[in-house]
């Protein structure tokens, strides 16, 4: 019984480690899969946590972004940044990569958003432009 404890007590650290194997071989899916494991089980860990669960956090919102899933990119690096508060590490270092990543983060889901809302109008004002262009280039062609 001892046994199969210390074996789950290494299940973070494995899957984490199959996670930055997949990152490396650019499969971020696989990437994202055994990342969420290692969380799943950093999490459930009774004793002393080895991972750094704001860093497990971090990753998976890189992977996000590497997947265009910027939804879940912000929601992740919003929650690296929260447990890194709540945490005890306090890496200056790490903490300011988490600000910076969380800019940039929630500017592109932001900014995708934004495209989305308005990609109706954009897309008629494009045409417009494309419209008047070709008027002009005919209008100079012509004359």
Not at 32 to 49: H, P
Not at 69 to 91: D, H, M, P, Q, Y
């Amino acid at each position: 019984v001892g046994g199969i404890k210390s074996l789950d007590a290494l299940l973070p650290d494995s899957y984490f480690s199959l996670s930055k194997t997949y990152e490396q071989q650019k499969n971020y899916e696989k990437a994202v899969e055994y990342n969420l494991k290692a969380i799943q089980f950093e999490t459930k860990r009774k004793r002393r946590r080895s991972l750094n669960l704001s860093g497990l956090y971090h990753n998976l919102a890189y992977y996000y972004v590497k997947l265009n899933n910027l939804k879940n990119a912000s929601l992740f690096i919003n929650k690296a940044v929260e447990t890194f508060n709540e945490g005890k590490n306090r890496n200056q270092n790490h903490y300011k990569l988490l600000l910076r990543d969380q800019k940039r983060f929630n500017s592109l889901f932001e900014f995708e958003q934004f495209i989305l809302k308005y990609k109706k109008v954009m897309l008629i004002l494009a045409g417009l432009f494309l419209g008047v262009l070709v008027w002009a280039v005919i209008s100079l062609l012509s004359n």
